[in-house]
């Protein structure tokens, strides 16, 4: 069961937010009331007289571990399947957090696409039920999981993939002054020959859950041990790789980038994430905190 405490704010998180590690017991606790101070220019939004209220649980600064949202999201994806069935409607959520270092494979997954025994695998490896291919989480990704009733926005399963890309670009071209784009045929935001985001969903009863994963300071050597995506022909990248490239100068008002350390620039992607998120899916944040067993 997960037990959950609700503060909604329309602010968008500051830097001073932190949390208790998720390694330090039989249960993570985020039970304390989580402030934020800078308003944010995309709250309050009105949809056909009514807000679009969507849940947020912001963990980015803990790395939780995949089996346990993995079961959080298809928890919550029972709640709200039983909310709409009662109540014809349910909110959104989205959580955001990062995993330790683990492989994941997707439906169209094939053992061919991995460079290892399953049997010895460098990482807890786990089959899923979304779309895709293998792919590889670990510490300094960013990883969202949108939890949303398509009912609610757009039931188009294209629409959704390509927003939830919109998201990407957006943050990497505002924030970072990356020139981000899709490619044609692929699922995903590359900068080059670079892949810098996946994505990947599963819709039940068009709600939807499973997500996107961008890679902002990632250790990007375990990719190496798998094809990532099925895709043979291209690159892994990282908004930190291209930095260190000198790619990149400015592009987060006057701060200059290379002097970020990596925690900076986790609070920045994240930051920006959640703000363009809201924008895009025209969402106000009721932000919400959690007391869940790990399983």
């Given amino acids: 069961m997960i037990l959950l405490g609700t ?4 602010t968008v998180p500051s830097t001073s937010s932190s949390y208790p590690s998720l390694s330090r017991g039989p249960y993570f606790n985020l039970n304390k009331p989580v402030l934020y101070s800078k308003p944010s220019k995309y709250t309050s939004l009105v949809i ?4 679009r209220i969507c ?3 912001d963990l980015h600064q803990e790395q939780v571990p995949y089996e346990v949202a993995w079961s959080w999201q298809k928890e919550v994806v029972r709640d709200k399947k039983a909310q709409i069935e009662k109540e014809g409607d349910c909110p959104d959520t989205l959580i955001i957090l990062q995993h330790p270092s683990v492989y994941t494979l997707g439906t169209a997954s094939t053992e061919d696409n991995l460079k290892f025994d399953m049997k010895n695998a460098p990482f807890n490896i786990f089959r899923t039920e979304r779309g895709g291919e293998v792919t590889y989480h670990g510490p300094g990704q960013l990883v969202m999981y949108p939890i ?3 009912r609610r926005h757009k039931m188009d399963l294209h629409w959704y993939l390509r927003t939830l890309e919109e998201v990407v670009i957006r943050v990497l071209s505002k ?3 990356i020139q981000a784009s899709r490619l044609e045929g692929l699922t995903g935001v590359w900068a080059g020959n670079e892949k810098l985001a996946a994505v990947g969903i599963r819709v039940s009863h068009w709600i939807t859950y499973h997500g996107l994963a961008i890679n902002v300071t990632t250790d990007l050597s375990p990719f190496k041990w798998i094809i990532p ?9 990282s908004i930190k790789g291209l930095l260190r490239e000198g790619k990149l100068c400015f592009g987060h008002g006057t701060t200059d980038l ?3 350390d990596d925690s900076s620039l986790i609070h920045i992607t994240h930051k920006s994430l959640i703000e363009e998120f809201s924008q895009v899916f025209q969402l106000e944040y009721c932000y919400k905190n959690i007391s869940a067993p790990v399983i």
């Fill in 55 to 57: 849940d947020l649980f």
């Fill in 258 to 260: 290379h002097n970020l």
């Fill in 7 to 10: 503060h909604c704010f329309t």
């Fill in 48 to 51: 056909n007289g009514h807000r």
């Fill in 175 to 177: 924030t970072f002054s």
């Fill in 148 to 150: 949303i009733n398509l």
């Fill in 229 to 237: 995506c099925g895709i043979r022909d291209k690159q892994v990248g």
